[in-house]
């Protein structure tokens, strides 16, 4: 009976229902839609912030101490050390390879170019590398992607990108020839482009990597290499490895593993670690943690707005079905005068609102999957991963807030005295 | 016989204006009472406290030793449900609903609506050919029909109308009290609030309400006290 009830009701005031679904619809839309964006976000925002720069260095094991100016190491105390170029293809082997979202090595010395000494900086420009999934295209030009050209890239060899700065200094633009001379020996390049950054990069000049090593006589060698990885945000358990010197020493079995196996900055730097022994990996910081900070923001911002529909559509139920009780009160006299209590008339109601919030939230969740696609292309240039779990919390959410929205209709209801409602 | 009503010292006001003064009355288990009166005379004020949709500003209102005076909203819904038939002027039925379910609505409010034993108190009245029908569909003798088999579906002690009759023409009103008289013949007590003279002579007692207090009259029926 009381579903009878229920369908009837529903049925018969098909414009109020269509109503209150209408603004669940909306709100519920928008929940959903920032739901599979949300839960889609850490590997997108993660792609995104990549464009910000590596977040993990590794460079040699040196008993030396490296100095540095500007990013540039300029000298070590003690004996210089070197990784291999041949041994870079190791950084996608390890267990959060496919994070390894690019990398570039560097080698560093110095050139004179008419006759003004200047950094050369050997490094990939776009470099394909042999995996056990098939090449893998990396290099300056997918890690540090904010870097201007004016010109071309360089694309083969005998070709240069030299700083804004230094080229106004010289004078030089692109297309421009150019011999650098470095320890003695000297080569003739072209410049193909005029890089700017806005950093130290607007005064060095740029070869590939096998150019620099040839003039500077270190063959194969390579002395730093920027890392970028897509990262999951810190935990509890990660901000406790942090603190520990080796985590597989400090952590129990059970949460290592599952450190481990977390794509934190710190164990994908880890893995780095055991992939080079001879080499020393760590996480930049001030990236990493900005990262973080940002997408718990970002998570933060959509809970409000999530939280603001939610409240919206819980007023846009309440308005409708506070118009449905005083269309219904003489009804409510009528079943309170045969003996109904308001357990069974908030019954009635609030079964009606969980029907509609189940037809609101799988609307809902419909629109919802076309506006997550919408805010994937436009915000992050690609469509959000469908989510098939967010249905029915959707469906939850959208009950709770037409329930929600009808506590008031229904306790207005509650209140209906049965000889007022039967004089009409 | 027993007493099922007995009401002594029923005051009701509305602010300044008092409905019902010290009324003192009681009914008999298996009594037709017919109440009347002029308009504003106290009597459907009467019937609303006997059905439990009013209470009393004072007094005493023991329907089969039940006192409704301080009962809650709650304790006054299950006394509706399980004591009284409430029969209705203007029918309240509900109006997506058709004759049987208007008559399980009830039932449903009571314990476990059950299809037979509306159809068959729907056959009681004589519209075992209207079960399916909306109330839209049926005249107003039918649609008061339905309202009465309503009343009886959770077998009340006591059957509490309010000018049963007022809306219906004259054969419509003619088979309404042939029922009433023949659940009165089966023993079931009955409280009519009418205008109608015809109507009033046909219960066992009338009691006359003027400015909400009580005149007894003898109906010629039963030429008593």
């Given at each position: 009976?009381?579903?009878?009830?229920?369908?009837?009701?529903?049925?018969?005031?098909?414009?109020?229902?269509?109503?209150?679904?209408?603004?669940?619809?909306?709100?519920t839309?928008?929940?959903?839609?920032?739901?599979?964006?949300?839960?889609?976000?850490?590997?997108?925002?993660?792609?995104?912030?990549?464009?910000?720069?590596?977040?993990?260095?590794?460079?040699?094991?040196?008993?030396?101490?490296?100095?540095?100016?500007?990013?540039m190491?300029?000298?070590?105390?003690?004996?210089?050390?070197?990784?291999?170029?041949?041994?870079?293809?190791?950084?996608?082997?390890?267990?959060?390879?496919?994070?390894?979202?690019?990398?570039?090595?560097?080698?560093?010395?110095?050139?004179?170019l008419?006759?003004e000494?200047?950094?050369?900086?050997?490094?990939?420009?776009?470099?394909?590398?042999?995996?056990?999934?098939?090449?893998?295209?990396?290099?300056?030009?997918?890690i540090?992607?904010?870097?201007?050209?004016?010109?071309?890239?360089?694309?083969?060899?005998?070709?240069?990108?030299i700083?804004?700065?230094?080229?106004?200094?010289?004078?030089?633009?692109?297309?421009?020839?150019?011999?650098?001379?470095?320890?003695?020996?000297?080569r003739?390049?072209?410049?193909?482009?005029?890089?700017?950054?806005?950093?130290?990069?607007?005064?060095?000049?740029?070869?590939?990597?096998?150019?620099?090593?040839?003039?500077?006589?270190?063959?194969?060698k390579?002395?730093?290499?920027?890392?970028?990885?897509?990262?999951?945000?810190?935990?509890?358990?990660?901000?406790?490895?942090?603190?520990?010197?080796?985590?597989?020493?400090?952590?129990?079995?059970?949460?290592?593993?599952?450190?481990?196996?977390?794509?934190?900055?710190?164990?994908?730097?880890?893995?780095?670690?055991?992939?080079?022994?001879?080499g020393?990996?760590?996480?930049?910081?001030?990236?990493?943690?900005?990262?973080?900070?940002?997408?718990?923001?970002?998570?933060?911002?959509?809970?409000?707005?999530?939280g603001?529909?939610?409240v919206?559509?819980?007023?846009?139920?309440?308005?409708?079905?506070?118009?449905?009780?005083?269309?219904?009160?003489?009804?409510?006299?009528?079943?309170?005068?045969?003996?109904?209590?308001?357990?069974?008339?908030?019954?009635?109601?609030?079964?009606?609102?969980?029907?509609i919030?189940?037809i609101?939230?799988?609307?809902?969740?419909?629109?919802g999957?076309?506006?997550?696609?919408?805010?994937?292309?436009?915000?992050?240039d690609s469509?959000?991963?469908?989510?098939?779990?967010?249905?029915?919390?959707?469906?939850?959410?959208?009950?709770?807030?037409?329930?929600?929205?009808?506590?008031?209709?229904?306790?207005?209801?509650?209140?209906?005295?049965?000889?007022?409602?039967?004089?009409? | 016989?027993?007493?099922?009503?007995?009401?002594?010292?029923?005051?009701?006001?509305?602010?300044?204006?008092?409905?019902?003064?010290?009324?003192?009355?009681?009914v008999?288990?298996?009594?037709?009472?017919?109440?009347?009166?002029?308009?504003?005379?106290?009597?459907?004020?009467l019937?609303?406290?006997?059905?439990?949709?009013d209470?009393?500003?004072?007094?005493?209102?023991?329907?089969?030793?039940?006192?409704?005076?301080?009962?809650?909203?709650?304790?006054?819904?299950?006394?509706?449900?399980?004591?009284?038939?409430?029969?209705?002027?203007?029918?309240?039925?509900?109006?997506?609903?058709?004759?049987?379910e208007?008559?399980?609505?009830?039932?449903?409010?009571?314990?476990?609506?059950?299809?037979?034993?509306?159809?068959?108190?729907?056959?009681?009245?004589?519209?075992?050919?209207?079960?399916?029908?909306?109330?839209?569909?049926l005249?107003?003798?039918?649609?008061?029909r339905?309202?009465?088999?309503?009343?009886?579906?959770?077998?009340?002690?006591?059957?509490?109308?309010d000018?049963?009759?007022?809306?219906?023409?004259?054969k419509n009103?003619?088979?309404?009290?042939?029922?009433?008289?023949?659940?009165?013949?089966?023993?079931?007590?009955?409280?009519?609030?009418?205008?109608d003279?015809?109507?009033?002579?046909?219960?066992?007692?009338?009691?006359n309400?003027?400015?909400?207090?009580?005149?007894?009259?003898?109906?010629?029926?039963?030429?008593?006290?």
């Open positions: 009976m009381l579903l009878h009830l229920v369908k009837d009701s529903l049925i018969r005031r098909r414009r109020r229902v269509a109503l209150a679904v209408l603004s669940l619809l909306v709100g839309a928008l929940i959903s839609a920032l739901l599979t964006v949300s839960l889609d976000i850490e590997d997108k925002m993660g792609k995104e912030m990549r464009s910000f720069g590596a977040n993990i260095l590794l460079s040699p094991r040196s008993e030396s101490v490296p100095v540095e100016i500007a990013g190491p300029v000298g070590e105390i003690g004996e210089k050390s070197f990784l291999s170029d041949a041994e870079l293809a190791r950084l996608k082997t390890i267990f959060w390879k496919n994070n390894i979202t690019g990398f570039a090595p560097y080698l560093y010395g110095s050139a004179t008419k006759g000494r200047a950094v050369l900086v050997g490094t990939w420009f776009e470099h394909e590398l042999a995996t056990e999934k098939g090449p893998f295209i990396t290099g300056v030009r997918k540090a992607p904010w870097w201007q050209v004016e010109g071309e890239w360089p694309d083969g060899k005998g070709q240069l990108l700083g804004r700065e230094l080229a106004s200094r010289l004078e030089v633009s692109a297309g421009a020839a150019l011999k650098l001379e470095s320890g003695g020996s000297s003739d390049f072209r410049v193909a482009g005029i890089v700017s950054t806005g950093s130290f990069e607007d005064n060095q000049i740029f070869v590939d990597l096998p150019e620099a090593q040839e003039l500077l006589g270190l063959p194969g390579v002395e730093k290499v920027q890392v970028s990885a897509l990262t999951k945000p810190p935990d509890e358990l990660a901000r406790r490895a942090r603190l520990m010197e080796d985590p597989k020493e400090g952590l129990s079995p059970a949460d290592y593993e599952k450190w481990y196996c977390s794509p934190y900055i710190e164990a994908i730097t880890y893995q780095i670690q055991e992939a080079f022994p001879d020393q990996a760590k996480p930049v910081r001030q990236v990493a943690e900005a990262e973080g900070a940002f997408l718990g923001k970002l998570k933060l911002l959509f809970a409000l707005i999530a603001m529909a939610a919206t559509s819980a007023m846009g139920v309440t308005a409708t079905m506070s118009a449905t009780v005083m269309e219904r009160r003489g009804e409510i006299g009528l079943m309170k005068a045969l003996g109904a209590e308001n357990i069974h008339i908030a019954g009635q109601f609030l079964l009606e609102a969980a029907a919030g189940i609101g939230g799988a609307a809902g969740y419909g629109a999957i076309g506006l997550a696609a919408l805010i994937g292309r436009l915000v992050f469509s959000a991963a469908f989510s098939l779990p967010v249905l029915p919390l959707t469906i939850v959410i959208s009950m709770a807030i037409a329930l929600l929205g009808s506590a008031l209709p229904v306790r207005r209801a509650s209140r209906i005295q049965p000889i007022q409602a039967l004089k009409g | 016989m027993k007493e099922i009503i007995k009401i002594s010292g029923l005051s009701k006001a509305y602010g300044q204006v008092n409905a019902l003064h010290h009324v003192d009355l009681s008999r288990e298996g009594e037709w009472v017919s109440i009347m009166g002029p308009s504003g005379s106290g009597k459907s004020t019937l609303n406290i006997v059905c439990g949709l209470s009393p500003t004072d007094g005493s209102v023991l329907i089969d030793g039940l006192e409704l005076a301080g009962l809650s909203a709650s304790e006054l819904a299950r006394y509706r449900r399980e004591m009284v038939g409430l029969i209705f002027q203007q029918f309240h039925l509900v109006p997506y609903l058709n004759a049987m208007n008559v399980m609505l009830a039932q449903y409010f009571h314990s476990m609506a059950d299809e037979e034993s509306a159809r068959i108190a729907l056959e009681r009245v004589g519209l075992g050919h209207r079960l399916d029908h909306l109330p839209a569909h005249s107003g003798g039918e649609q008061q339905v309202c009465i088999a309503r009343a009886l579906i959770n077998e009340p002690r006591v059957l509490l109308a000018e049963p009759t007022g809306n219906l023409d004259e009103e003619e088979a309404v009290m042939e029922l009433f008289q023949e659940l009165h013949g089966q023993g079931m007590t009955l409280v009519v609030v009418t205008h003279v015809s109507v009033g002579e046909a219960g066992d007692r009338i009691i309400l003027e400015h909400g207090r009580v005149l007894v009259k003898t109906a010629p029926k039963l030429q008593t006290a």
